[in-house]
């Protein structure tokens, strides 16, 4: 019993890790990278394990880290659950932040960090809520929430409840080459 869990935790994990790639979604140059890492283990530590297995719940606490070649989870709390006979997941970590990094085949890094990061299987959604941050090369978005549809390859990034809060987008400069000329 503990093997087909085991089993179908690690399916659960790999079909979400490779929905997390999907945060590369506003550089679509870099969607195609790091697939590598998706041919890795799927390696999980936490200080804490549970397991409902009737209720088909795998609750990883207090430090879980995710791993699978250069992509790494951090999380204070993570849970996979699988709903339905067609055995549709949703993964969820949570933190103060939880954190998702992953070198792409380019050497360079994409990272991010919410309260709460989400992937509904079903609805294809990845959902990254509170103090969202994402960052990659040149460019790095802020809000209170960031979805991402894959099905459509939409991005909707949205302010938080208070007035003053706002969405944020910053393109820093490309970073200059000594033999360029100074003015362009």
């Not at 949570?94 to 998702?100: I, K, N």
């Not at 919410?114 to 090369?137: H, P, W």
Request: glycine residues 6%.
């Amino acid at each position: 019993m503990y093997k087909l869990l085991s089993l179908t935790i690690r399916k659960a994990l790999i079909g979400g890790s490779l929905l997390l790639l999907g945060i590369m979604l506003w550089s679509p140059p870099a969607a195609a990278q790091g697939k590598a890492d998706f041919e890795q283990d799927i390696i999980i530590d936490s200080e804490r394990e549970w397991f409902d297995i009737q209720n088909k719940i795998a609750i990883f606490e207090d430090n879980a880290v995710i791993t699978q070649g250069t992509l790494k989870i951090t999380a204070d709390h993570l849970e996979v659950a699988q709903q339905g006979e067609d055995g549709v997941r949703t993964f969820t970590a949570e933190g103060s932040p939880a954190t998702y990094q992953q070198e792409l085949e380019d050497g360079s890094l994409i990272q991010a960090q919410a309260q709460i990061i989400r992937y509904d299987e079903t609805a294809q959604l990845l959902t990254l809520l509170g103090e969202v941050k994402v960052t990659q090369d040149n460019s790095e978005i802020q809000g209170n929430e960031i979805v991402y549809n894959f099905a459509t390859q939409q991005l909707r990034a949205s302010r938080g409840d208070d007035e003053s809060d706002r969405v944020t987008t910053i393109f820093k400069p490309n970073k200059k080459n000594d033999n360029e000329p100074i003015n362009r």
